[in-house]
């Protein structure tokens, strides 16, 4: 059935499926606290583009910056992508040294560069004009949540991006099947400074691999979950193990079982997903306004409509 649309809701076409207010993470800290790692985010984003925007007039300076800072992220970030040569992939937050455009390039790929700062942009074409014509990047001026990411076969997006949810939700409805998003996030006390984005409540699997410095990556694979950006062509619905956090759903089909049917879990029911654990972990899930703890395999097995 058709799901209601709100002016602050999420929609997934035909499904019936809506978002719920969610609880930020955020919400738990004290107003200065919050207040102080909103102007650290944006004091440091500031710093590292004003950063970038001297590194870059030395070419030697900038290959010590990616050296430094770069380098082993990005190797890291290929392995465990394994993107065949000659691959169409988008940069997401440039900047004005594009190291993570350059390097992909470097590994043969095709690679197309944005950013919503124009100036950033104007910035890395010329670097990279004058320090590596030979390259196969292009850079245009653009808003991640805006992109269509279709003709795309992976998406980087890289740390300093925000909103970085909206962002990878607008990249992960629009990318077609199969095709990849590596995203950088905080973890650790960095968190505190940068909000982390909840890769296990995108719908997908995510794969990590983490680095030092209070980093990670992350990589979602569109369609390796068969989540709320893929619906099934048999059946026209979803799993409840890939319900994106915060979106509810009408149970079409559910497993016979007693312990199911006491916990409230058989079709006709809503149920609304609330969050997961990692790593395969159970998901906590609320039915009738009561909160269960369903394994993954036994949710992978209740479809949605």
């Known amino acids: 059935m058709e799901g209601k649309r709100r002016s602050n809701d ?58 430094l800072f770069y380098s ?25 040294l594009p190291m993570t455009a350059l390097h992909l390039a470097r590994h043969g790929h095709e690679v197309t560069a944005v950013d919503n700062d124009p100036h950033a942009t104007a910035s890395a074409s010329s670097f990279v004009a004058r320090v ?22 992976a998406v980087w997006v890289t740390f300093n991006v925000t909103p970085k949810d909206k962002v990878l939700e607008r990249m992960l409805q629009t990318l077609s ?12 006390m960095v968190t505190r400074l940068y909000a982390p984005v909840d890769a296990d409540c995108l719908g997908l699997m995510p794969h990590r691999r983490r680095h030092l410095f209070g980093k990670e990556s992350v990589m979602l694979v569109k369609g390796s979950c068969g989540g709320p950006f893929e619906l099934s062509e048999t059946e026209g619905g979803m799993t409840l193990a890939c319900l994106q956090c915060g979106l509810q759903g009408v149970i079409a089909r559910c497993p016979e079982d007693p312990v199911l ?14 969050s997961r654990q990692p790593f395969g972990g ?19 097995s209740i479809l949605l409509v």
């Open 261 to 274: 049917n006491a916990l409230g879990l058989r079709p006709g029911k809503t149920v609304v997903s609330i």
């Open 177 to 188: 099947e199969g095709a990849q998003v590596v995203f950088r996030n905080p973890r650790g």
């Open 132 to 153: 590596t014509p030979y390259m196969n990047v292009r850079f245009g001026t653009a808003d991640g949540v805006d992109a269509d990411t279709s003709a795309y076969d």
């Open 10 to 67: 999420r929609s997934y076409g035909t499904l019936g499926i809506e978002a719920i207010p969610v609880k930020d993470p955020m919400d738990d800290e004290p107003p200065v606290m919050k207040g102080l790692a909103n102007r650290a985010t944006v004091i440091l984003g500031r710093a590292f583009k004003s950063l970038e925007s001297v590194v870059r007039r030395s070419p030697l300076l900038a290959r010590v910056y990616e050296e």
């Open 72 to 96: 082993r992220i990005l190797h890291r970030e290929l392995d465990m992508s394994r993107l065949p040569s000659g691959s169409r992939v988008l940069v997401v937050g440039s900047g004005h």
């Open 282 to 300: 159970p998901l906590l899930a609320s039915v009738d306004g009561r909160k269960v703890a369903i394994d993954a395999q036994v949710a992978a």
